[in-house]
């Protein structure tokens, strides 16, 4: 799965509204045979190689990696550059959004329903997915309903033609070069014909996305006719969903990934962190609660607090299978939402909302608090104005410098502080 795949499938989801498909999805329109588009500049990081002559080289490297002269010739037609690709893949960028906005959104009840439909409705595959591989169904469920409304929206761009015009362009060519062997190697083993394998622009294949790489090594044949179909058959998508979750992701059989909680006003905020795991017996002296108010178990499991929108916004215990989740995708609001969804699939109540609304800085000042972070010397990523992991850990430690409340939260009380502000310092802990 690509890191980004919140900009590359779940955005455009966010304002559909597809009904649950059908036992299986409709047969994906084949696209005609891409036309040659006009030869790319020569890419620099290939030696000035033209396109044609990278292509070439590719072809060689997938033969030396075991895929037939007979796919080859069946998958050059489609072996085509698109700088639109390219244009698309430099200019991705995932919207700001608050966590309950988003969560809203792609975690809305007819998601959950849906996700319950297609547990009786595939209960057999579920069950035995779950038997083999140990992942629930609801955490196979949730993924499926957000990456494609359960095959409704699967992308329809030629998936070698995205491939091959990201391999060639130098931002992650090696990576784009490996995914392309791997579909070739799909057409080879006879699971997809080439006209068959349309997606997202970004190369993604099926009702879950899987890349190339994915795909070849995790897919399984779950309905028995021969072909690892993650296009159109169910049981296809659900027990190579629970392989790459569990043996791809690590997951641990038996164990929680994310419950809500309830938080003290007087927690110690810097303890808030994906990286801080505790035992749930400290988190509950602490004050960390059920949201009904009931204790958390006096155990030693461990988890981690985590507060997507600072101490005024949800709260949720984000145990070690949630790691599965910010694998699957990097983007913290994706993952919450994702994790947020399974437990609502598998009979969680729906989260409390905030009390108050929660205050989130413009896009322009959260861009310049990024300026500001780098010049302090933090490396927060691209300064793009969206919160990702190095910019929330950066903030985190500029909390802690100036004695605000260490939730990893971008307020204009730290903007101002990193302006030259003359707001005081309050003690790190205290809820205001």
């Known amino acids: 799965m690509l890191l980004t795949r ?20 409709p047969t994906p329109v084949k696209p005609a045979a891409p036309k040659p588009a006009s030869s790319p500049r020569a890419a620099s990081c290939h030696n000035g190689a033209s396109f044609d002559r990278f292509l070439a080289d590719v072809k060689q490297q997938a033969v030396a990696a075991g895929v037939s002269q007979r796919t080859i010739a069946e998958a050059s037609p489609y072996l085509v550059y698109d700088q639109g690709i390219v244009n698309r893949d430099r200019g ?25 439909q297609h547990i009786k409705q595939y209960a057999a595959a579920f069950a035995r997915a779950e ?52 579909a070739l190697k799909i057409i080879d083993r006879g699971d997809l014909h080439p006209d068959e394998m349309i997606g997202s622009w970004a190369g993604e294949l099926g009702q879950t996305q899987f890349l190339p790489v994915h795909y070849v090594n995790y897919a399984v044949d779950y309905d028995g006719d ?39 006003q007087n927690l110690p905020w810097d303890k808030t962190d994906l990286t801080v795991r505790e035992p749930r017996s400290t988190w509950a002296q602490l004050g960390v609660t059920y949201p009904d108010g009931r204790p958390l178990p006096n155990d030693n499991l461990a988890g981690s607090v985590l507060l997507p929108m ?52 413009p896009f322009n000042e959260l861009k310049e608090l990024q300026q500001l972070l780098v010049r302090a010397g933090f490396n927060v990523g691209k300064v793009d104005g969206v919160l990702g992991q190095q910019s929330r850990a950066a903030v985190k430690a500029m909390q802690i410098k100036y004695g605000l409340p260490a939730d990893s939260w971008p307020t204009a009380e730290l903007l101002a502080r990193m302006r030259g502000g003359t707001a005081q310092a309050q003690p790190a802990g205290v809820l205001r």
Not at 158 to 179: G, H, I, Q
Not at 344 to 354: E, S, T
Request: include cysteine.
């Open 6 to 25: 919140c900009a590359i499938a779940t955005i455009a989801l966010v304002a559909c509204s597809f009904a649950a498909s059908a036992q299986f999805a």
């Open 92 to 116: 991705q960028r995932v919207f700001g959004q608050l966590f309950t906005e988003f969560a809203g959104r792609m975690a809305a009840p007819y998601r959950m329903q849906n996700g319950q």
């Open 131 to 182: 038997k083999e591989y140990g992942v629930p169904p609801a955490v196979i469920a949730a993924f499926w309903g957000l990456e494609s409304d359960f095959g409704a929206n699967m992308g329809n761009l030629p998936t070698l033609k995205s491939l091959v015009s990201l391999a060639y362009d130098c931002r992650r060519s090696e990576m784009f070069v490996n995914e392309t062997i791997a």
């Open 310 to 361: 600072g101490r005024f916004g949800p709260a949720f215990m984000a145990y070690a299978n949630f790691a599965a989740y910010t694998e699957w995708n990097n983007s913290l609001i994706y993952s919450t939402t994702a994790g947020y969804l399974a437990s609502r699939i598998a009979g969680a109540a729906p989260m409390r909302k905030p009390t108050t609304p929660v205050a989130q800085l």
């Open 226 to 264: 021969g072909r690892r179909d993650l296009l159109r058959s169910g049981p296809d998508v659900i027990g190579s969903t629970a392989n790459y979750i569990a043996n791809g992701l690590k997951w641990r059989r038996g164990e929680p990934w994310l419950e809500e909680i309830k938080v003290p």
